[in-house]
Nanobody, 125 residues
Framework: QVQLVESGGGLVQAGGSLTLSCAAS????????VGWFRQAPGKEREFVAA????????YYADSLKGRFTISRDSAENTAYLQMNSLKPDDTAVYYC??????????????????WGQGTPVTVSQ
């Protein structure tokens, strides 16, 4: 089992920035590919970004590329999502997810095995 805990969400005005954190219980968290997802009220969950277990590859939803940045700190077993130029449409509960990665794994991953509880982000007009 891998426990994931998101933090850093809150209320921010349009144009502002937030950095979300995802703390993992796994000592070998650096061997897990990490993804960020979000779910807005009344909408389906959507993919935001992913960072491969190697730390050398990232992948973003087309609409978010350039505004959001995913990163990780293996020493702290933590992944991050830096969000800039936030818009009201970015309002959602943001989730981090993880899956064990190998060189033979699909990229981007086809599925994630572990999920956090989510942290809400509200962007006001």
């Amino acid at each position: 089992q891998v426990q994931l805990v998101e933090s850093g969400g809150g209320l921010v005005q349009a144009g502002g920035s937030l950095t979300l954190s995802c703390a993992a219980s796994a000592r070998t968290f650096s061997l897990y590919t990490v993804g960020w997802f979000r779910q807005a009220p009344g909408k389906e969950r959507e993919f935001v970004a992913a960072i491969r277990w190697t730390g050398r590859s990232t992948y973003y939803a087309d609409s978010l590329k350039g505004r959001f940045t995913i990163s990780r700190d293996s020493a702290e077993n933590t992944a991050y999502l830096q969000m800039n130029s936030l818009k009201p449409d970015d309002t959602a509960v943001y989730y981090c997810a993880a899956v064990w990665g190998t060189y033979g794994s699909a990229w981007p991953p086809l599925k994630y095995d572990y999920w956090g509880q989510g942290t809400p982000v509200t962007v006001s007009q």
